[in-house]
């Protein structure tokens, strides 16, 4: 692994982990985490391999990162305060995104350190055929369930924010608490 692959990993994790501590829910929030996977897209995804069962290995990959990425929302705790949501990510949130990013992490450690003949007779013994297909799936891996995790947070907000709105079916408009956790 390089330098760059421990700060841009180091730096994913960090994002989690500032988020252990309440904060306001703004752009920062989604645009720091977009522009981490932005930069590690740019500069890793070189190819999407759709050979063999390349494919097969990226959907599945992509499949886990989803899975992740909308259970570390669902368990981010949001919290309106007035006209602000709050965030914090719960013990359940913080700990998949260490799962994933810890994986990703250990299968890069575990490759450059003995590991790479083993992938190699797995990739032969099931027609991955190349080492791109890997790179390409743990880094969409990575994108998806940072995408997944936001998308999740930003429609759970929306929806605390718009039930807030909403006239109570009598009629009556629903009392609007000053303090809310979705």
Known sequence: MTTTDWITDIALLLVVFRQLREG??????????????????????TTVPTAGN??????ALVAVGAALGVVG?????????????????????????VLGMGARMGFQ?????????????????????????WVAAFVLMALTEVVT?????????????RELRQP???????????????
Request: hydrophobic share 50%; charged share 20%; net charge positive.
């Open 109 to 133: 450690l575990w490759v450059d350190h003995g590991g790479a003949d083993d992938v190699a007779r797995f990739s032969l013994a099931h027609q991955i055929t190349t080492g791109d297909a």
């Open 73 to 97: 929302g669902v368990y981010t705790r949001i919290r309106k305060v007035g006209a602000h949501l709050f965030i914090k990510a719960g013990a359940v949130s913080a700990t998949v995104w």
């Open 54 to 59: 390349d494919p097969v290995l990226i959907g």
């Open 168 to 182: 109570a079916v009598d009629g009556r408009v629903a009392a609007v608490a000053a303090d809310r956790t979705v």
């Open 149 to 161: 995790r936001l998308g999740t947070i930003f429609l759970r907000g929306r929806m605390a924010t």
């Open 24 to 45: 306001r829910l703004d752009a920062k929030s989604y645009v720091i985490p977009l522009g981490i996977v932005a930069f590690v897209a740019h500069s890793y995804l």
